[in-house]
């Protein structure tokens, strides 16, 4: 895919029904784009599993998606920082039971801990982001696989952001693993089952989790995250078979 071709992805328009009768899971769920995509890949005919840690909030989202007179959410709270192999593979069996397959994955939760000089970074910190960012999408991503595997069209999404600059530590590092991660999944489904893998980078998006951490900035002049989440919504339309192994890449900081 040219580099056109990606930024083309940021204008998609998906088709009314675009996503219809697709089961879809999406981490961190409860808030920013998120949020906006279990509401707007449900507007699109999707059933979406909300999963995240924070279960007020996944209410919230379920209660926003049934006022818009789209199909009924599932609701799976799950701790990422904690969740172990085991928990991932009660989640696929309780999936399995309830839907009998997975169309779509979304990686999306992440958490940054804090800003940390590279010679003072705590372990337990550095433990903890990296278990979000990075071990968590592994373990979920796996787990899922034979769900994925019964779609007629298996795609799964992950949120990179390029962030190799001062300070950044483990979560600089986690989202470099996670795009690494997608293209060897990517290269590895190639040809016998086409799942196809492939990421979004959106560069900075007003969130909460960007204000945490950036409380000085002037957030208005950061986009919304319904703003950038086109690429996401192609990447898990049928529009994108045959696409696998890209990162569409906003600017990042």
């Not at 990606?6 to 996503?19: A, I, S, V």
């Not at 998120?34 to 707007?40: E, F, P, V």
Request: hydrophobic share 40%; charged share 20%; net charge negative.
């Amino acid at each position: 895919m040219t580099t056109t071709r990606q930024q083309d992805l940021w204008n998609y328009q998906p088709g009314p029904d675009t996503l219809g009768a697709k089961v879809l899971i999406i981490t961190g769920a409860a808030s920013g784009i998120g949020r906006a995509l279990a509401l707007a890949t449900s507007r699109l005919g999707a059933t979406v599993v909300l999963t995240d840690k924070t279960i007020n909030g996944l209410e919230k989202v379920y209660d926003e998606i049934i006022a818009q007179d789209s199909a009924e959410p599932a609701i799976y709270p799950i701790d990422l920082s904690g969740a172990t192999r085991e928990d991932y593979q009660t989640m696929a069996d309780t999936l399995a039971a309830e839907f009998g397959k997975v169309d779509g994955l979304v990686n999306n939760a992440g958490w940054i801990g804090s800003y940390v000089p590279f010679q003072h970074y705590d372990m337990k910190l550095y433990q903890e982001i990296m278990m979000v960012n990075l071990h968590a999408p592994f373990m979920l991503t796996q787990a899922m696989l034979p769900l994925l595997e019964k779609s007629d069209d298996p795609t799964v999404v992950f949120s990179t952001h390029a962030h190799d600059v001062a300070y950044a530590g483990a979560f600089g590092i986690a989202k470099a693993g996670l795009e690494t991660m997608m293209k060897i999944l990517a290269d590895e489904y190639d040809t016998e089952t086409p799942i196809r893998f492939n990421a979004v980078d959106t560069g900075v998006v007003d969130t909460q989790m960007r204000r945490l951490n950036f409380p000085g900035e002037d957030w208005s002049k950061n986009p919304k995250p319904e703003s950038v989440i086109a690429p996401y919504l192609y990447f898990l339309s049928p529009d994108s078979r045959g696409i696998s192994g890209i990162n569409c890449r906003k600017n990042s900081d």
